[in-house]
């Protein structure tokens, strides 16, 4: 799995999202990076992107997705958007710091780890505001997202 992030000032009502890119197959990076810039052009509101490949995710989270969005087709793939909330961020951070209290007392705990933590919070398919399988109808999402807070 791989993320990118979009540097950002925040305000104060602003709110700023995940895209996850889950694909059926190994995407390549052109497509993502093609597919990430087209997402964060669209709009001013995406803060990261993540790309996984289906058969590499928690099964449970995937069941989690067709249970709540029955139209979108698992053999494609698919564009999830979720809020980042960077509360649920720390506490998860917290949490693998408290599972790993000597490790983190000696500052030995991996960056992978981190970022692994990150990405269970902002992938978390139980939260997932949006998900469909076509890049305009995600784009279209987030301007009118973007729209909202603007206001």
């Not at 649920?88 to 960056?111: A, D, G, M, V, Y």
């Not at 939260?127 to 469909?132: A, E, I, N, Q, S």
Request: glycine residues 2%; negative net charge; hydrophobic residues 35%.
């Amino acid at each position: 799995m791989f993320g990118r992030k979009k540097s950002q000032a925040e305000g104060p009502d602003k709110s700023y999202f995940n895209v996850g890119i889950i694909s059926v197959n190994e995407l390549n990076d052109d497509q993502y990076e093609t597919w990430s810039d087209e997402l964060m052009d669209a709009a001013d509101n995406v803060g990261s992107t993540s790309s996984l490949i289906q058969a590499s995710w928690d099964e449970k989270q995937l069941k989690i997705l067709i249970n709540r969005f029955p139209e979108v087709e698992m053999n494609k793939t698919i564009f999830m958007i979720n809020e980042i909330i960077h509360e649920e961020i720390e506490k998860e951070i917290k949490q693998l710091e408290q599972q790993h209290k000597w490790k983190k007392f000696f500052n030995t705990i991996p960056l992978t780890d981190y970022i692994d933590a990150e990405d269970r919070v902002v992938m978390d398919a139980s939260r997932t505001l949006f998900c469909t399988n076509d890049l305009q109808e995600s784009a279209r999402f987030l301007k009118e997202q973007a729209r909202k807070t603007d206001i």
